[in-house]
């Protein structure tokens, strides 16, 4: 069964960088469509963004447009989202998840926090 387990996580000021990384077992992520969500305290969870595995088209949310990355890591079976100029509004946990005919596969998530 897929699992997908979340890594580069940390704290940052605002205007640093990190490199989230989704990695899987137990299928091969090119296979599928990743997205990343983000859940900051007291909202809803969100996409930020999404890469497609038919065609390897990327969509990333106008909150994050030209700061964020998403981006495929095959020899490493994982997908990456880079986030650049990272924000205080910025601060959450950050997911990756996919799906396919059994379901939705969640990673555990990673907090992201942004401060000075």
């Known amino acids: 069964q897929l699992q997908l387990v979340v890594s580069g996580g940390g704290e940052v000021q605002p205007g640093g960088s990190l490199r989230l990384s989704c990695a899987a077992s137990g299928g091969t992520l090119d296979n599928y469509a990743i997205a990343w969500f983000r859940q900051a305290p007291g909202k809803d969870r969100e996409e930020v963004a999404c890469?497609?595995?038919?065609?390897?088209?990327?969509y990333v949310d106008d909150s994050v447009k030209g700061r964020f990355t998403i981006s495929r890591r095959t020899p490493e079976n994982t997908v990456n989202l880079q986030m650049n100029n990272l924000i205080p509004e910025d601060t959450a946990v950050y997911y990756c998840?996919?799906?396919?005919?059994?379901?939705?596969?969640w990673g555990q998530g990673t907090q992201v926090t942004v401060s000075s």
């Open positions: 998840k996919t799906w396919d005919w059994n379901g939705e596969y």
């Open positions: 890469i497609k595995s038919s065609d390897g088209s990327t």
